[in-house]
């Protein structure tokens, strides 16, 4: 009998989106936390065979990975796992896999980049809590047709949100690593330089996965690029920003502001500098966190763990 977990539960959904006892021959615990110590969070995982994670909330460093002598399985959801250190996973006879090729249209994390977008430009947030207040009409806002709206990394999701841009008139321009004048004129995208993306964008939505070429890639000499009226709008990875450059831009107002649903450390701690900026809009990563993409991501993870319990494990991710 395999002891399974199911980590970081935030919503309490994972046992009524799925039927967990289609995993064969498996005891299954659910949490509903996230536990960022790395000696509790052992306590909790020692008697564990396998873990299936919510995303990327909960870390297995080399620290705890070679403390957990029972676990053979990291159930990852997703199809990138920036939370595991995967060399010491092999190190330690730890499997990892994922679930890829999502049964819906996958557009959540496209569709939140632009909630948080017209949020930003829109001052919808700030107005709300205002209005709470008895205030009327304190902010003046941005539109955004005719503005340009910058895309860092023109992949999937980079593409939609471009697609967004061209439906609400902005001119859009992108670069990206990968990326081609050929591939962004195909999509009504003008390709630029890096630089020039800082420098132009009025919005500037980040799209590029986390790897050790894009972690830290925005610092304060790309915010020295912006324009002082610019906007950032992150829904990637936290670390693809310098915080410690980000709230400086904002808190110097050298950009107008930023929209942000992800952070370096998960749950942002309540005493986060970002929590007293009020040209910010924070979303407690909420791009994946729909019912369908939970429901998608549990449905996979299921079958990942019969196939590992039947021996022959499937979407294994591997250290190329």
């Known amino acids: 009998m395999k002891r399974i977990a199911v980590l970081d539960d935030y919503w309490h959904v994972a046992d009524e989106l799925v039927d967990w006892s289609q995993v064969n ?33 909960t870390r297995f460093p080399s620290s705890v990975l070679s403390r957990l002598p029972n676990l053979e399985l990291i159930a990852g959801t997703g199809a990138r796992q920036a939370n595991v250190n995967l060399e010491a996973a092999v190190k330690n006879d730890v499997l990892v896999c994922i679930t890829t090729g999502s049964r819906g249209r996958g557009n959540s994390t496209a569709e939140l980049a632009w909630a948080l977008v017209l949020a930003v430009t829109r001052n919808v947030p700030w107005e709300d809590r ?16 005719g503005k340009t709206l910058g895309i860092l990394g023109m992949g999937r999701l980079g593409t939609i ?10 001119d859009v321009i992108a670069w990206g690593p990968t990326l081609d004048a050929e591939r962004a004129a195909s999509h009504n995208v003008e390709y630029v330089k890096r630089d020039e993306l800082f420098r132009r964008s009025d919005i500037l939505s980040i799209h590029v996965p986390l790897t050790d070429l894009s972690r830290g890639w925005i610092g304060n000499h790309e915010f020295g690029l912006m324009k002082p009226s610019a906007y950032l ?24 502001g930023a929209a942000l649903d992800v952070y370096d450390v998960e749950p942002l701690p309540k005493d986060h500098p970002l929590t007293r900026l009020d040209n910010v809009v924070l979303s407690p990563h909420l791009g994946y ?20 319990i039947a021996g022959a494990p499937i979407n294994l991710l591997t250290e190329d």
């Not at 205002?130 to 047709?145: D, I, V, Y």
């Not at 709008?233 to 107008?256: C, D, K, M």
């Not at 966190?289 to 590992?308: G, P, Q, V």
Request: hydrophobic residues 40%; without cysteine; glycine residues 4%.
């Open 25 to 57: 021959d498996a005891e299954i615990d659910i949490y509903y936390d996230t536990i960022l110590d790395e000696d509790a969070l052992i306590d909790r995982l020692k008697p564990y065979h396998a873990v299936v994670t919510t995303r990327e909330r």
């Open 130 to 145: 205002q209005m709470r207040e008895g205030n009327w009409q304190t902010r003046t806002a941005e539109s955004l047709g």
């Open 161 to 170: 949100v471009a697609g967004y841009g061209n439906a609400f008139d902005m």
């Open 233 to 256: 709008v992150n829904t990637s990875r936290g670390p693809i920003v310098q915080e410690e450059a980000l709230i400086n831009a904002l808190s110097e107002n050298h950009i107008a």
């Open 289 to 308: 966190a729909t019912m369908d993409t939970l429901k998608d991501f549990f449905e996979k993870s299921i079958e990942n763990l019969n196939a590992w």
